[in-house]
């Protein structure tokens, strides 16, 4: 276990349905992330909070909308998906973003999503 | 903006050989690199991690190079164990500055016996 939960580990939803990913880290840490895994694609991230601040947005779409009430949890509302965004959704959260940690993260066993 | 290249898609070799990975980056000078193991289904799992002034780290039968010259990094696994099978990601920090990750597609490293 990496101290990341994420649940529910499998999700089948409807396009016009409206759903929402749970992460939880048991780490101290500051940072959280969400990122996107497609088949043979790269891990493409999403969003990014430090302090329970969102600090990047990949240029995302607005159906994915997140939400980081505090430093431990974070959540993936979903809603009118598109098939496309099949994929594995992976929560990761590190110490912080800054130096002399590098930025090594930890990451949740992920959901496997899929959108009819 | 910059680019990732991990060398194959995929690797087969012989139980006890030494696996080498390649990961290639342009268009960005990084200060550290990491190194990530995926299971299939699961979350990757952080490996080790270099910075721009170390030229090899070592963890157990793990051994990373990075050279900043060559804009590269190796990864190599010596006394390979069918148990090493995994897909192996390279991450570096992202351009927009030091708070995410830009990871490589992978290489599925397949250890035979």
């Known amino acids: 276990e990496t101290g990341v939960t994420q649940t529910p580990r499998h999700l089948v939803m409807g396009m016009t349905n409206k759903k929402s990913l749970k992460c939880e880290q048991h780490?101290?840490?500051?940072?959280m992330y969400w990122y996107k895994q497609s088949a043979k694609k790269p891990l493409e991230l999403m969003f990014v909070y430090s302090l329970e601040e969102r600090v990047e947005n990949n240029s995302v779409p607005s159906r994915f909308s997140p939400e980081c009430p505090n430093s431990s949890h974070l959540f993936l509302h979903l809603h009118t998906l598109q098939p496309e965004d099949s994929a594995l959704y992976l929560c990761?959260?590190?110490?912080?973003?800054?130096?002399?940690?590098?930025?090594?993260?930890?990451f949740g066993p992920g959901t496997r999503l899929t959108v009819l | 903006s910059q680019k990732i290249e991990q060398n194959s898609e995929a690797l087969n070799i012989q139980e006890g050989k030494t696996a080498t990975l390649t990961c290639n980056y342009t268009?960005?000078?990084?200060?550290?690199l990491q190194w990530y193991r995926q299971d299939p289904g699961r979350g990757p799992v952080f490996l080790l991690l270099?910075?721009?002034?170390?030229k090899e780290k070592r963890k157990e039968r793990l051994k990373v190079t990075f050279d900043t010259t060559l804009k590269q990094s190796l990864f190599h696994i010596t006394a390979s164990q069918p148990a090493d099978s995994a897909t192996y990601l390279c991450?570096?920090?992202?351009?927009?500055?030091?708070?995410?990750?830009?990871f490589g597609s992978g290489t599925r490293l397949q250890v035979q016996p």
């Open positions: 268009n960005y000078s990084p200060a550290y």
């Open positions: 990761a959260s590190s110490q912080d973003i800054a130096e002399p940690h590098g930025n090594e993260q930890f």
């Open positions: 991450a570096l920090e992202g351009d927009t500055g030091r708070r995410a990750l830009t």
């Open positions: 270099i910075r721009e002034n170390e």
């Open positions: 780490l101290g840490h500051n940072a």
